[in-house]
């Protein structure tokens, strides 16, 4: 950790924002050949955290917003943190319901979403002592409106680095979403990291494609750049001709395996066409050995795969320098431990599989309102509990060989099949479900939901699909749906995920259909 930061009044936004005031360097290079400078930026974000103190908030207060991807959700992210407010991002998939328990569960005193979002905004007016306002990805909408030609400057608010930055949801368990509590620690610690062993610098252009409402987008590729005051060609989302057409502008991709797979897939990507990269990334889901080799033979490039979460940031990366070993996400990065344990939490020796767990200052502070949880995923020596199954050979490098916590990871998006579960059962002739993920081409796995009927129930696929859109985003609606008689279980009446996980194991690779 730099020594700097223990004296910054504001870490993170010190760290991160503050020293590119003067700076009139290109901080986003847009698609249509616009270009924004970071001095323009923060003066931009220093209009929101004007807007957002006239609220009266005070640090630790959580500001929420539901937004498509664009400059505009940076800049709120930088006035958040210049005011000592907690920032909660939010997927724009998420349904009415979905927002509905985040904005209650963090008690936000501010959510921000699209004018188009009219369920979102409902959910928000029936919840007391909260503001709403809304802005699109062009500047439009109540908050933009509020700006004032000439502001005051907003006085940097004073935080500590164990104070929390940011809000993050993930799926639960139980289908209960967790907040993950991140620190300016933890987010600086990372990003510093994460320079050293990327070899970041100032010269480089990131080509920017992903989501910006969880860790990889945000964190990653978004406090990366700010750190070492690169720039980023700004991508709303990621599609492959505008990728390779713009690929030759960039020294860094990062992205996720389903990128990289259609990519390969396109005739305009080739070793030419990417010469000017100095470095592929891959992240949050696992980046198949074919996939990898693939890539290779294609652009002349070794994708460099890397391991993190949301509670976690990133914990180990192949080196910029050295072996990339495909089917392996690296060793551990600098400040952070990881040690590979069996169910009594005695370490394993190299090659052995176990439990993976990490420490570190990346790792996260514990979960909003869940003290109990918090306890229960953290060992008495202060290892949290990935949930994730791996091995370590004699050099160190970690492979990740499955999920204790019954996770699904679908185009880099985490999901928990029990949130999926207790939706399906409220579909009217549901006797009970079960929801795996099974290998998929394109996604890496694949939501798959095997249910069974009530007696002389007329439930179809039509119906489940139809109720499900109104419930879950769109990434977690399973993909497929398949009815049978009745569940495997074992003899303590425990439903067997892993037979079905065999059972349908080709499904959408093969397409078959399994309907009873």
Known sequence: MDKLMQILKNPLYNQLFKRHEESQKTFIHFNDDQELS????????????????????????????QLDKSIECLSIVAA??????????????????EVAFFLKDSDAKLFICDPKNFE?????????????ETMDRNGGGTLPSKERVSPRKTQIAERDEN???????????????????????????????????????????????????HTHGLFVATNLTLLTGSSMIFLPKFEVGEVTRLIEKATVMMGVPTFYV???????LNKERA?????????????????????????????????????????????????????????????????????????????????????GENVFKGYWNLPEKTKEDFTEDGFFKTGDLGRKDKAGYVEI?????????????NIFPKEIELAIDQTIGVMESAVIGVAHKDFGEGVLAVIVKKENSEVNKSIIQEFLKKKLAKYKQPKEVIFVKELPRNSMGKVQKNILRQTYSDHFLINKKYVI
């Open 401 to 413: 060989v499955g999920r204790n916590k019954d996770l699904i990871i679908s185009g880099g998006f």
């Open 262 to 268: 259609r990519l390969l897939g396109s005739n305009n």
């Open 163 to 213: 104070d929390i930055a940011a809000l993050l949801y993930t799926s639960g368990t139980t289908g209960r979403s967790k907040g993950a509590m991140l620190t300016h620690r933890n987010l600086i610690s990372n990003a510093q990291a994460l320079r050293d062993a990327w070899k970041f610098t100032s010269q480089d252009i990131l080509l920017h494609a992903l989501p910006i409402f």
């Open 275 to 359: 010469k000017s990269i100095r470095l592929f990334v891959s992240g949050s889901a696992p980046l198949l050995a074919e996939t990898h080799k693939s890539f290779e033979e294609k652009t002349g490039h070794k994708i460099l795969e890397r391991y993190g979460m949301t509670e976690t940031n990133m914990n180990t990366s192949n080196p910029y320098y050295g072996l990339r070993k495909p089917g392996t996400v690296g060793q551990t990065l600098q400040g952070v431990e990881l040690k590979i344990v069996d169910e009594e939490g005695v370490s394993l020796k190299d090659g052995d599989v176990g439990n993976i767990l990490v420490k």
């Open 120 to 132: 979102s905004i409902r959910v928000a007016q029936s919840i007391k002592n909260m503001n709403i």
């Open 80 to 97: 958040s943190i210049q005011i000592g407010c907690i920032f909660l991002p939010l997927n724009p998939d998420y349904t009415g319901e």
């Open 38 to 65: 970071y001095s323009s930026f923060i003066e931009r974000s220093q209009k929101y955290a004007q807007i957002f103190s006239e609220y009266e908030l005070i640090c630790g207060d959580r500001i929420a917003f």
